[in-house]
Every structure is written in structure tokens, then in C-alpha cells.
């Protein structure tokens, strides 16, 4: 299988800061379960084998999804470093669209600190209430946030609008929202996080698969992104990568999944 793709977008926003660098990936693994082959789960690692902490959306909830999750911390024990886990209890707040959430880390870079959970506050307003980790690098703490947005046609800003209360409920800490929003940036629903001083890591990215490329535009929307606090985070770099490339198909790209991974390398400010 051909070397994977990096490819990186370096924004206006970013600056390169001397602080201790974190990479975080957030990736939409797409029904991420028993049917991902060997090979595929061996194609996921080496991708996400550079990064310190990797946040999976869209595992299956039922038979194979922890499994799957195990597979993948194998096989990335097996390309040089030593990666632990954690994965969430089924959602529980529609019974229609159940998932799971995981988390896998560098233990050399990252800490984690206490336990995952399933944020239960507004799990009756969110289908796949998100779920939160805390974090600790050289002394500094944060906390990355998975989350998986209803489709678009089911409105997911009824939902993201509760982000703002989300702040509110865990003022303290350094928070990284990441994974599926079904919708864009620029949407009207992000205003109260960007008031608070939250940046997204890119404008205008494309982060889906369509089903087929039309005239070499293999992208189809801004779905996947990650917003965090830049009064106490610098962002460093940012950009997807576009592993779909490595496919002479994107029907065989869409067996790993039918989204790019996001990437966000970034330190924590003293």
C-alpha cells in the first residue's frame, strides 16, 4: 500500500510558538466495528502513528466496536510506541442512532487524568451526547471533547448551541471540541463560542467524501473541524490529511471511511 499523504494547511491564525507540542487527530472512522478488515485497521494505524492523541467518532456500539478499538491500539503498539485507550459507554440519548466514542494516546507525551465520561447534562437536547477527557502534559492540563453531530438535515446546530453551556458548566477548564459537526464553521451557531475567544482550526475545509470526484473534486463538505481556546492554546499547524489519494477508488477509500482525518498540532501557553 502506497505511503500516506500528509498534507498540511498552514493558517493565518497559527503562529510557531517554543512551548511542548501536542498533535491531536479527530477522525470519523465510519461504522468503526467488526467489518474493518486487518488490512484496514493496519492502513488506520499508519496513518494516525504520528500524532499523541487520536480522537475516534462513529464507533459501532454494538458487537465489534470496542474490539475494533483494541485492534487499533495493537497496531499502533506495533509501529514504535506505547498507546493506551479508552472507550465510552453506548449514547444515551436517542435509542435510534447509538455510538461510541474513543480516545487512544501517546503515554509518552499525554496523561490522562481521571476517567472519560459521557457528558449527561444535556443528553435529553443531544442524540450522541459528547464525551470528555482530561489530559495533562509536563504539568499543563486540558481537555479534548468528541463529539458526533445529528446529519445535517436533522438541524445539528439544535444542537452545538449547547456548547456555550457546556463552557459554563466547566469554566476551568482547557477545553478542544473535535469531531463530526454535519456543519460548518461559518454557521451563525459558532458566534457564542468565537465570542468567548474559541478559534476553529481552519475556514473553508472540505472534510467529507463524495462518492465520486466530478472534474478532480473528491471533497464534499465542511463538516469536520475542531474549535479550541486560544487564550490558553497556540495553534502550531493544522490541516487534514488526504488519505483517499492512496486509493486508485474512493469506493476503496470509503472502506477505511467517507471522511478525512483533522489534525491540530498545538502547546499549551504557561
Not at 479527530?26 to 484496514?40: H, I, M, Q, R, V
Not at 480516545?103 to 443528553?123: D, Y
Request: proline fraction near 4%; hydrophobic fraction near 35%; aromatic fraction near 14%.
Amino acid at each position: 500500500m502506497m505511503r500516506v499523504r500528509f498534507v498540511i494547511l498552514l493558517l493565518s491564525l497559527c503562529s510557531f510558538q517554543g512551548f511542548s507540542q501536542i498533535k491531536l487527530c479527530s477522525w470519523n472512522l465510519e461504522n468503526f466495528g467488526k467489518s474493518k478488515t486487518d488490512s484496514a485497521i493496519n492502513f488506520i494505524a499508519n496513518t494516525l502513528k504520528v500524532f499523541d492523541i487520536v480522537a475516534v467518532v462513529e464507533v459501532v456500539a454494538g458487537t465489534g466496536g470496542a474490539q475494533a478499538v483494541a485492534r487499533l491500539a495493537d497496531a499502533l503498539d506495533r509501529k514504535g510506541a506505547d498507546w493506551d485507550y479508552c472507550i465510552s459507554d453506548p449514547t444515551t440519548g436517542s435509542p435510534n442512532k447509538v455510538e461510541r466514542y474513543a480516545f487512544l494516546w501517546k503515554t509518552s507525551k499525554v496523561k490522562r487524568k481521571g476517567k472519560a465520561w459521557l457528558e449527561p447534562k444535556f443528553k435529553n437536547e443531544i442524540e450522541r451526547e459528547p464525551y470528555f477527557v482530561d489530559f495533562t502534559s509536563e504539568g499543563k492540563e486540558f481537555t479534548v471533547v468528541a463529539f458526533h453531530a445529528v446529519p445535517k438535515n436533522k438541524q445539528p446546530e439544535t444542537e452545538i448551541k449547547y456548547f456555550k453551556f457546556m463552557l459554563d458548566e466547566y469554566p476551568t477548564r482547557n477545553i478542544i471540541f473535535c469531531g463530526d459537526f454535519n456543519c460548518p464553521e461559518s454557521h451563525t451557531v459558532f458566534i457564542p463560542l468565537k465570542s468567548r475567544g474559541y478559534k476553529s482550526i481552519f475556514t473553508k475545509q472540505k472534510t467529507s467524501l463524495k462518492r465520486e470526484c466530478v472534474a478532480k473534486e473528491c471533497l464534499a463538505s465542511e463538516y469536520d473541524n475542531m474549535f479550541y481556546n486560544s487564550s490558553n492554546i497556540t495553534c502550531l499547524k493544522s490541516g487534514v490529511i488526504e488519505f483517499y489519494k492512496n486509493f486508485k477508488t474512493l469506493k476503496g477509500a470509503r472502506t477505511i471511511s467517507d471522511h478525512l482525518p483533522v489534525c491540530f498540532e498545538f502547546s499549551l501557553q504557561p
